[in-house]
């Protein structure tokens, strides 16, 4: 099972941030929290993952709490082709380092 | 980057024959791949984890003997479905890890299955 919870769905103001969030409240401590997204019929697309530091590269921000149990993934200015689902992941660290996919969040940047 | 080739992209066949998907990993080696299932309006299901040389780790539910998945080099894996349904119609997706990127994670395009 997935080890992340996420809003369903949620929408942005073309140019605004956007602040998704994620729940993985029984992370262990050396598993990582990956985030992907999927526009539809197409492969995921890898955007970022930390382990408890926040990061940043050039598709995004990934904000850990301190507890770890739970991330914010921030896009700083979303345009119309980050509409997608965006999908948290914990890596389960002793199963073969697999991802297993929760339900995702689906984003729709509006003009 | 690393780059994840899936083939073919769309295939439509007839109840009762096999399938035949091909994942290559193009510039890397990818010891272990993952195979996933979509269905519309959900999200990835990890059907099994393969091995190059060795046999593949079916998730729970998942039938081993429809799905059977090959890893026999290190930059190809293939999942057959056999005795394909029209149930079997399906997105899947397969996944290679490799260590040339910093998040060790490429995915393939994908491809939709229809079973008529």
């Known amino acids: 099972d997935a080890k992340t919870t996420q809003p369903p769905s949620m929408d942005c103001a073309e140019g605004r941030a956007a602040n998704l969030p994620c729940n993985h409240s029984t992370i262990s401590g050396n598993e ?6 999927q526009i539809h019929s197409q492969g995921p697309q890898y955007i970022i993952h930390g382990l408890k530091n926040n990061e940043t590269n050039e598709m995004a921000s990934l904000i850990i709490t301190e507890d770890r149990k739970s991330s914010t993934l ?3 200015h979303a345009t119309l082709r980050d509409t997608a689902v965006y999908y948290c992941i914990v890596r389960i660290y002793n199963q073969g380092g697999k991802l297993i996919f929760g339900q995702g969040t689906e984003l729709s940047v509006k003009p | ?5 899936q083939h073919p992209s769309r295939v439509i066949c007839k109840s009762g024959t096999s399938v035949k998907i091909e994942c290559r990993s193009l510039d890397f080696q990818a010891t272990t791949m993952f195979w996933y299932r979509q269905f519309p309006k959900q999200s990835l299901m990890l059907m099994a984890t393969s091995n190059e040389g060795s046999k593949a780790t079916y998730e729970q539910g ?3 003997d429809k799905f059977l998945i090959n890893h026999a080099s290190l930059t190809l894996s293939t999942l057959t479905v056999t005795s394909a349904h029209p149930e079997d119609s399906s997105f899947y997706i397969c996944s290679a890890r490799e260590s040339r990127t910093v998040y060790g994670y490429t995915f393939g395009s994908g491809t939709r299955l229809t079973v008529v």
């Open chain 2, 62 to 64: 998942v039938e081993k």
């Open chain 1, 74 to 76: 921030i896009l700083p």
């Open chain 2, 1 to 5: 980057g690393a780059v994840v080739s």
């Open chain 1, 32 to 37: 990582y929290v990956y985030w992907y997204r």
